[in-house]
């Protein structure tokens, strides 16, 4: 769908297998900047290509005008289709370092953040063309540019991108949506990173990976939405530690989950991940 003057986001739905004969029913957004060329933000899950492609088709465009990939970072459902497209159209990657080695070696991904069915996610290593970092301004030709900020926390080295014509922001996963499932390696980043992107003036359009976009008041209501929501799972994980002692981390995702009311089934070993930067982090309560 066409979302401003230059935007359009692509929803692109994806099973993550969590159990003997249980799949999770996710999705992720792929975006894209039309100008003379074209720009992908993130590539979505391994076979992605085949939706992206058809809607340039369908929108008078060719996959052959992608010229930059910019990967938000390097989990399975944002650089899985990423080889393909790269192979197919010659066009140049771009991503932060923080993220190389996992973007380029993805079996080195696999055994350091093991996801269930990371293998059917993605197609495959791909390398990086261009390494960028905090304030680095992209080019797109025709008067129109991004600009990279480096929002770590989801990850070290996820970065947000600023495309000021279309006064649009976007934050890849570096934004958590409230009552979902809370994915980051780093808790103090992430916060400072949310505080980082809100106190960004003019932003009226906000594209997220896991969440419909998002437009007006109730861009900036989110972040701050997303900020009371990672305090609340921090405060419940504090409340779980007695005389310095956590409950086995399984057991406390259970009881955290719970106390979010969320389901059973959103007690998994990635957001137990989450949970132990949070005990990383009890010193510091309030953000």
Known sequence: MQVTEHI????????????????LDRFVYAFLI???????????????????????????????????????????????????IKEATGCIIAAHPGEKNWIEDVDLQCRERPVPGFHSLVGGSVDINHLVEEGDILELGDGLSLEVFHTPGHSKGSISVWFPTDKALFCGDAVPLPGDLPIYDDYEASVSSIMKLKSLAGIHTLLSAWDDPREGDNVYQLMG????????IHELVAQKVTNDTAPEIMELCRQVVLSLGLP???????????????????????I
């Open 8 to 23: 359009h986001a692509i929803k692109i739905p994806f099973q993550i297998p969590i159990g003997p004969q249980l799949l």
């Open 34 to 84: 039309y100008g003379s060329r074209i720009c992908l933000i993130d590539t979505g899950v391994n076979s992605a290509e085949t939706i992206i492609f058809d809607y340039l088709r369908k929108t008078g465009r060719r996959p052959e005008e992608i010229d930059m990939i910019i990967l938000t970072h390097s989990h399975p459902d944002h650089i899985g289709a990423a080889r393909f």
């Open 225 to 232: 939405d997303s900020l009371s929501f990672l305090q609340r």
């Open 264 to 286: 059973a089934s959103a007690a998994t070993p990635m957001l137990a991940r989450s949970l132990q930067a949070n005990l990383k982090e009890l010193g510091r309560y309030d």
